[in-house]
């Protein structure tokens, strides 16, 4: 946001200038790139996009089989533990 507020300055500055800016020489083209190239590179942030498909994605999966007597019968309870699940993608650039 400061760096905003600076280059709208500058350009109001050099918008406003009148007749400084006729006995000034305008700056060249490299000038203003290193000018600009120098406010926005430091305020970019550090990966420009991350994305993530299905990232984490588990899903429960029958392991076993446990017997428990209820009464007569032996009933069977299945065992269920989380397992990974899918593609995990992750992008960041």
Do not use: C
């Not at 400061?2 to 490299?30: C, D, I, K, M, W």
């Not at 993530?52 to 429960?60: I, K, M, N, T, V």
């Amino acid at each position: 946001m400061r760096s905003f507020y600076f280059v709208s300055v500058l350009l109001a500055g050099f918008a406003h200038s009148g007749e400084l800016a006729l006995a000034a020489e305008q700056p060249s083209n490299t000038q203003l790139a290193n000018a600009f190239r120098g406010l926005i590179i430091p305020n970019l942030p550090v990966p420009l996009v991350e994305k993530s498909y299905d990232w984490g994605h588990q899903e429960l999966v029958a392991v076993g089989v446990k017997w428990e007597k209820k009464e007569i019968l032996l009933k069977p309870e299945i065992l269920k533990k989380l397992h990974n699940d899918g593609i995990w993608r992750k992008i960041s650039a």
